[in-house]
């Protein structure tokens, strides 16, 4: 097989092919960004977390804000939460929910893309 110069020289520097395999990321880092990627990939979820940028907010005003019944609503803020993209916090008889830095991270990223 033959090989483009500006390939094989790249490959050379790095190891061969299994240098280059090495410079991936572990199987958990992808799992992880992959379930992340999962998480952000609904409409509803970015929705929330649009609103939760701009102030914490508590589930009846997530619910009418993204048009979701409360057991979806509930449904979706659990993944946000367990990628640790939100936070809920008691307050009171409510649990207002802000984004984590995580949160804002992923916003900001989202917002470069095309």
Do not use: F
């Not at 061969?16 to 799992?31: C, Q």
């Amino acid at each position: 097989m033959e090989i483009p110069e500006v390939v094989r020289k790249g490959l050379e520097r790095r190891g061969g092919i299994e240098g280059l395999i090495g410079t991936l990321p572990d199987e958990e880092s992808i799992n992880n960004l992959v379930g992340a990627l999962q998480t952000l990939s609904d409409p509803i979820r970015l929705r929330i977390l649009g609103l939760l940028e701009t102030q914490p907010l508590c589930p009846c005003i997530l619910t009418r804000a993204v048009g979701a019944s409360d057991s979806k609503l509930s449904y979706h803020l659990s993944a946000l939460q367990q990628s640790g993209l939100v936070k809920g916090r008691q307050s009171g008889r409510w649990i207002v929910y802000r984004l984590t830095k995580k949160g804002r991270d992923s916003i900001q990223t989202i917002r470069q893309l095309p």
